[in-house]
């Protein structure tokens, strides 16, 4: 089966309720994730300011960052190889790069209470980041 790590920018959370621009974007990569760990695909998240020594410990993504900068940031690999740089793939397109057809996931929101409203309004306030 697969290994996939993920090689992310500094931010706040996983979900992307911190940026509001890419809050949907993030929760469907998320539910992506979250659907290839349940079938059994390995799948590892790295976050920049967490996490350094992720990024200076793996020679391919210390070769990206040095000659993309941190715009290669999400760096997505799937067994030790790059499959994309610089975006979040939906769903079909990180099965695609997978191999394998990605069953539907429940992101987990990262703080506060899981109802939709509730959602909406972390939202608007960024309270995982205050």
Known sequence: MARIA????AGCCSTGVCDPATSDTMAQFA???D???KQGVEVERFELSSRPDAFA???TVKAALESDGVECLPLIMVDGEIVSKGMYLDKDALGA???IEIAAGAAEPCCGPSDVKAEAKEEETSACCS
């Open 6 to 9: 993920v090689y992310e920018p």
């Open 35 to 37: 659907g290839l760990n």
């Open 97 to 99: 790069k997978v191999g």
């Open 57 to 59: 410990s793996n020679e």
């Open 31 to 33: 539910s992506a994730m």
